[in-house]
């Protein structure tokens, strides 16, 4: 991989919800494992291993806020969940690609980049953190 993809959690992904932004922490975590995995060349072995600890993970955290949605009687959980499968067909289309090719390639981690980490990072931007504000105001009416 030749891209520079230095993926961290920072402000900018903070949603204010302890449990949803721990679990992002996490998932950054291990997608940043991912991208070192391709980045120095490993083998398509690890690189398989290392998507199936990301996919791991990413199944997890999608059940938790699922959860969390359907708790609080969040409106949008429809929408919120067809965005979930996006990622997780996104995911199957990475292990496609690494069983096609020797392992990862520079079209590999363009695929990363956009279908990954700029997902990944607009998706807690704008969905997750709607949901974050949601179970708050509904927690915390008074403050609202």
Not at 14 to 21: A, F, H, L, S
Not at 63 to 73: A, D, F, H, V, W
Not at 74 to 80: A, F, G, I, W
Request: a negative charge; glycine letters at 4%.
């Amino acid at each position: 991989m030749t891209y520079d993809l230095n993926i961290t959690f920072d402000d900018n992904l903070v949603t204010g919800n302890e449990t949803i932004d721990t679990q992002h922490k996490e998932l950054i975590d291990r997608i940043q494992n991912f991208v070192t995995a391709c980045q120095n060349g490993d083998s398509k072995v690890k690189a398989i291993k290392m998507l199936d600890y990301l996919d791991e993970y990413t199944d997890f955290h999608f059940k938790e806020e699922e959860k969390l949605q359907e708790k609080s009687g969040y409106p949008e959980r429809e929408k919120h969940y067809e965005k979930h499968e996006e990622f997780r067909k996104t995911i199957q289309e990475l292990y496609e690609y690494l069983q096609e090719y020797e392992g990862p390639t520079d079209r590999f981690s363009e695929l990363v980049q956009k279908n990954v980490i700029d997902w990944l990072f607009g998706h807690i931007k704008t969905y997750d953190r709607s949901v974050a504000k949601f179970i708050f105001m509904k927690q915390n009416p008074d403050q609202c």
